[in-house]
């Protein structure tokens, strides 16, 4: 059986299914605050900046 091998030429353990678990729900969690938080003023000044220009240019 062949082991992998990382980018520093080291052995490469395989994750155990529990670590892979809770990695996966922490990602899950993180993506989730991301997607759920709201967008900033700034920014949504600049899409309504952009959205004026576009319609201008047309």
Known sequence: MTQAVNDLGRSASPMDERTK?????ALKSHYDDLVTAPIPDRFLMLLAE?????VRDE
Do not use: D
């Not at 678990?21 to 729900?25: D, F, H, K, V």
């Not at 952009?50 to 576009?54: D, G, H, M, N």
């Open 21 to 25: 678990n809770l990695l996966g729900r």
């Open 50 to 54: 952009l959205e004026a220009k576009e």
